[in-house]
């Protein structure tokens, strides 16, 4: 920023004055008094002030000017304030109990003022004199509404339980927040997962993804077609403006419509759904992994046998096909000091703490060793085809078996050579352990795998160059890592270890993956 500063002052001594300009209420001189630059006050960060002149919009230091008008603020008194909009299952117990967490950390105290259900604001106040720090204020409404306002130009940041859509990329870089598709303006504060739950009396304990979209598409509408009693499905789901409900359309039922012809019922609340499906036998409902009650969750099941259960573990390495990140979006704009500070906050392991205790999926990185794995190990000898070979199973065994893998996986976009959402976070995510020194002495294989489709001998290629790929983006952002400190490896097995069943295309996706083993 002091270039920047630097940059335009000389701009502004080349020109010999400034033009008259009107309604502009600030002036800031640089300390030698020898040039000046008016206009609107946009913004002021208790570091930076962000003018609009006739150059633009420009971001000054304030310890290098002075500042003069009626928009001035006072420094003394300065309070920052910022808002945060968006999925209320996030905003309602998840972020106050971390900007409780952030504020005790940072030696404040903090006081709460309710305006109504969904809107309330955290006031951080200094311990020892009581003066306000900073305003932060919370409006909730669903993923579709916070973007919305954040859109408008009327927050400052968005939690999401989906990715941001195209449109809203686009229409977010018309409105001067930059690209959001870049991983600064996102980053993932916890997981969580969509799970499809029924009645703990009712005997269905499993089903497959394509028999989930049949259900809710309207297709079947009696459970003796998934296994279960001669009886009427009830269908129940949260609104369709929540993100998870956007989610499942995605995830599950991509190019097939939901019923219509039949009500299904919407929720307001993750807990309204499961509170009615626990109520009646024969109702199925689509929840979050975190709000699952007195309800049973059903696993998901592939035509070859393979079954799905969500777990925290499962959650994390993306093994369980449908894992939802919970996202928090920030524009490209400069943010307060603490607003910055409180990001930076999110990803220390106090803040992983607070995820867990009220009941999301953190994003600690733990170790599963080989014991832990015997079914992936089972399943893989089970579904090996003509091409993989008795020797190349036991290489794989051979290779893996003095090693633990990360619960960190790296996945790709249907159709795409791209990371998934979750697996950018994990890029910086073990970039960060590597440049602390977690694995100073030991060497991190890189460990890529893929579907079954094609050649196999061209497969492990495919998965060599995904592995690499995965490898340099990690060393690219541990730009302070010690490479001499650790090994970074890279194997390649391609179908041989496959988690799902290779007859559909989100199983072809879930074992198209990067392992990250640990010797």
Sequence with gaps: MKILRAA???????????????????????????????????????EFFRVDTIYGALTLDGTGVTCAGIGCP???????????????????????????????QGGMRVQRLVQGDTDYTYIL??????????????????????????????????????????????????????????AARSRIVGLDGLVPVVAQTNPVGMISLADLAKVFAGDTRNWQGIGGPDAPIYLHMLSSDSGLAQQFVTDVMGSKP????????????????????????????????????????????????????ASPRALK???????????????ARRLPKIAREFLAFLRSPAAQRVVRYVGFVDQDVSEIGIDDQGKRFANAIASAGDEILLG?????VKTLRPATRLTITFRFNAGSASLDAQSRANVVLLARLLEAGRYDGRELMFVGFSDGKGDASMNRVIAKRRAKTVRAAVKLAATTMR?????????????????????????????RRVEVWLK
């Design 258 to 309: 939901l019923d219509t012809t039949t009500s299904i019922k919407r929720h307001a609340t993750a807990s309204q759904v499961v509170d009615a499906v626990a109520a009646d036998p024969f109702s199925i409902g689509i929840t979050r992994f975190s709000e699952v009650g007195n309800a049973k969750m059903l696993a998901l099941r592939g035509s070859c046998g393979m079954a799905f259960r």
């Design 125 to 182: 106040q200094q311990t020892e004199t009581g003066k306000d720090v900073a305003r932060i204020a919370f409006r909730l409404s669903n993923t579709d509404g916070g973007f919305a306002e954040f859109l408008a130009g009327d927050a400052d940041m968005v939690l999401a339980t989906r990715e941001i859509t195209a449109p809203e990329v686009k229409a977010a870089y018309k409105s001067g927040l930059g690209d959001m598709k870049r």
């Design 483 to 511: 490479s001499d400190q650790v090994s970074l490896s890279t194997k390649a097995f391609g179908e041989a270890l496959p988690m799902a069943c290779d007859d559909t295309e989100w199983g072809r996706q879930v074992n």
């Design 74 to 104: 006072n420094l003394e008194t300065y309070v920052a304030e910022f808002s945060i909009v968006g999925a209320r299952s996030m905003g309602e117990v998840l972020m106050p109990a971390l900007v409780e967490m952030f504020a005790e």
């Design 392 to 396: 190349q199973l036991q290489r794989m």
């Design 8 to 46: 335009v002052l000389a701009a502004l001594f080349i020109t010999g004055m400034l033009a008259p300009a009107l309604a502009q209420d600030v002036t800031l001189t640089s300390r030698d008094g020898k040039v000046s630059v008016s206009g609107t006050l946009l913004s002021f960060d208790g």
């Design 317 to 331: 390495t993306e093994d369980y096909p449908l894992a939802t990140p919970l996202f928090l979006y920030t524009p």
